[in-house]
């Protein structure tokens, strides 16, 4: 969590997960200019920002990419991010407050998870030999190969249909 208050966005509040995000300690972003702790974020975030800021409305991104330097290592991510606008007393915005969480394992895990269904698909869609995929009691076709087809005398219509229809 990260409260960021005016046009320059002067770090009022923020918290250790924040800090340990964007690769900085606390300390150093407290009361600070954020894009002069972490000037490489600004193209990718500030527009959104200042969007939130001036209209008010909340922005909600997911699986958003990021990319922070420090220690003179890169740090590349992706983050599920909420910007809220920060309102004084009397309702008049004054800031934005940026919810953000690291999603980084768990597109990493998407992205093999999706890598794997294509190769058993590529290694299903080039056999030599009739394949087909059922899922569930009802075996709905989820896979099948040319060679099915051509034994079924049917075509790829036949994905997502159960087998006793087929």
């Not at 407290?30 to 527009?47: G, I, M, R, S, Y």
């Not at 597109?107 to 999706?114: E, L, S």
Request: charged share 25%; net charge negative.
């Amino acid at each position: 969590i990260a409260v960021l208050i005016g046009e320059e966005k002067r770090v009022e509040i923020v918290n250790e997960a924040y800090a340990s995000l964007v690769q900085r300690s606390v300390e150093e972003l407290h009361n600070k200019l954020l894009w002069d702790v972490v000037p490489e974020a600004k193209q990718d975030f500030d527009t959104l920002l200042e969007k939130v800021r001036l209209t008010g409305e909340p922005v909600y991104l997911y699986e958003y990419p990021y990319s922070v330097f420090a220690k003179g290592k890169q740090v590349n991510g992706y983050l599920n991010i909420v910007y809220q606008p920060y309102r004084e007393n009397d309702g008049a915005i004054n800031g934005v407050m940026a919810l953000c969480q690291d999603v980084t394992s768990q597109v990493a895990d998407h992205k093999k998870q999706i890598e794997s269904e294509q190769k058993v698909r590529a290694i299903v869609e080039s056999a030599p030999f009739p394949i087909g995929v059922y899922t569930g009691k009802q075996m709905k076709i989820q896979l099948a190969n040319k060679s099915i087809m051509d034994v079924w005398g049917k075509g790829y219509d036949v994905i997502g249909k159960l087998y006793s229809e087929v």
